[in-house]
Nanobody, 125 residues
Framework: QVQLVESGGGLVQAGGSLRLSCAASGRTFSFYKMGWFRQAPGKEREFVAAIGWSIPSTYYADSAKGRFTISRDNAKNTVYLQINSLKPEDTGVYYC??????????????????WGQGTQVTVSS
């Protein structure tokens, strides 16, 4: 079993920054990739970024390039998402997810088999 706990969300003004964290526990030796997704009110969950667990290759949605940075600390079993220059359209619940069955894909929700509960990010204009 795997447990994921996100933290770091909150209310921030446009132009500010946040660093989200996702702490993993359980069978971390079985991780292939970890990803961040977000879901705005009334919208589908969308891919933001992903990172390999053994080899830290990174992948970003086009909308995330330039302002979002994903990183991981294997010693702490934690993945981070740094978000700079926040915009109101970044508002939503941010979820981390882990892939414990290898799949080449990384940008769709079906590629991940464990999810955290999410952390709310609200950006005011």
């Amino acid at each position: 079993q795997v447990q994921l706990v996100e933290s770091g969300g909150g209310l921030v003004q446009a132009g500010g920054s946040l660093r989200l964290s996702c702490a993993a526990s359980g069978r971390t030796f079985s991780f292939y990739k970890m990803g961040w997704f977000r879901q705005a009110p009334g919208k589908e969950r969308e891919f933001v970024a992903a990172i390999g667990w053994s080899i830290p290759s990174t992948y970003y949605a086009d909308s995330a390039k330039g302002r979002f940075t994903i990183s991981r600390d294997n010693a702490k079993n934690t993945v981070y998402l740094q978000i700079n220059s926040l915009k109101p359209e970044d508002t939503g619940v941010y979820y981390c997810a882990v892939q414990t069955i290898y799949r080449a894909t990384y940008s769709n929700t079906a590629a991940y088999n464990y999810w955290g509960q999410g952390t709310q990010v609200t950006v005011s204009s």
